[in-house]
């Protein structure tokens, strides 16, 4: 089995992760590295979050490692909330607050196109490789569903009638950004 360190503080992110890895791949959490404190975002795209995180733990541990940045990107609102998504209404991760702003911003609007996109950073002996998921939907005009986390009861992915967050966890792996960025990782590891 291979042993990976995932440089994530996002319980979500590493079961969804974790489920499409399978059973090859130990994945080491932060926790198990000594790194407890928040690794600093401060890149303006989610390349850079992505890169900035998988580099801050290889540079801690000197261990192989990937970190995801994942954002989500709707078009009436020229691609916000972005690389800003964790802290789109506060200074951050209040999943509530903003889907509650979402659907502000969205009142009246009849355009409601918007895309999950993941960018996966993967550090393997010293060098960098990045891979990308990206799934196309819409925002729903309320919430719907209690499953996965974030943005799930808003995001309607494309081709269906149920949100993200409506639908089981094989079913949200098997088509998100996070699912097929992972399956692209899988390709390169
Ligand atoms: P780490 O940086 O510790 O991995 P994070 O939650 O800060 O965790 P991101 O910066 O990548 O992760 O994610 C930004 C936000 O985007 C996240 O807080 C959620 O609100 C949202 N998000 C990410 N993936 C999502 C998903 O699969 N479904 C719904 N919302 C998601």
Redesign the pocket.
Known sequence: MKRIVF????AH?LA?VKAVLGSDYELVTLKEVDITED?P?TGATLDE?ASI?AQYVYSRTGLDCF??????EVEALDGAPGVR??RYATDG?D?AA?NRKLLRELEGKTNRKAR?R?VISLIRNGVEQQVEGIVEGRIATQEAGCG?????PL?VPEGKDVT?AEMSAEEKNAI???GRAVAALVKIL
């Open positions: 440089a994530t503080n996002n992110k969804e690794i975002e979050n995180k970190a995801d940045d994942t954002g989500l998504s964790a991760h999943f903003n999950f993941t996965g986390f974030g943005y799930d995001f993200f998100s950004h996070r």
